[in-house]
């Protein structure tokens, strides 16, 4: 059995970056652990679950969302495009 090092579970340290740049890296982790506000109640509460899953710790929200942000630019695209044409619909 090998033994493995605690630093080798960090995104940054890990073969998983690859040859990624360390600037990118951090971008990515400071990203996926910052706080962001909940779209229900308001408040700086939502953290990073797991990846695209993301809880709202005042109001027990979960939310699908993207890997590192809660909002993508795709899911932005997507949910004005749905709301053009229900106006149209409705229209």
Same mark, same amino acid.
């Given at each position: 059995m090998t033994i493995i090092?605690?630093? +080798?579970?960090?995104?940054?340290r890990s073969e998983l970056s690859?040859?990624?740049?360390?600037?990118?890296? *951090? +971008?990515?982790?400071?990203?996926q652990h910052a706080k962001y506000t909940c779209s229900f109640c308001g408040k700086d509460t939502v953290k990073r *679950?797991?990846?695209?899953?993301w809880e709202c710790r005042a109001c027990k929200k979960v939310m699908a969302g993207g890997a590192w942000t809660v909002? !993508?630019? !795709?899911?932005? !695209?997507v949910r004005s495009t749905v709301r053009r044409l229900r106006e149209l619909m409705e229209s």
């Amino acid at each position: 059995m090998t033994i493995i090092d605690p630093s +080798k579970f960090l995104f940054s340290r890990s073969e998983l970056s690859g040859n990624m740049a360390p600037d990118m890296i *951090k +971008k990515m982790e400071i990203t996926q652990h910052a706080k962001y506000t909940c779209s229900f109640c308001g408040k700086d509460t939502v953290k990073r *679950k797991a990846v695209g899953i993301w809880e709202c710790r005042a109001c027990k929200k979960v939310m699908a969302g993207g890997a590192w942000t809660v909002s !993508t630019t !795709t899911a932005a !695209t997507v949910r004005s495009t749905v709301r053009r044409l229900r106006e149209l619909m409705e229209s």
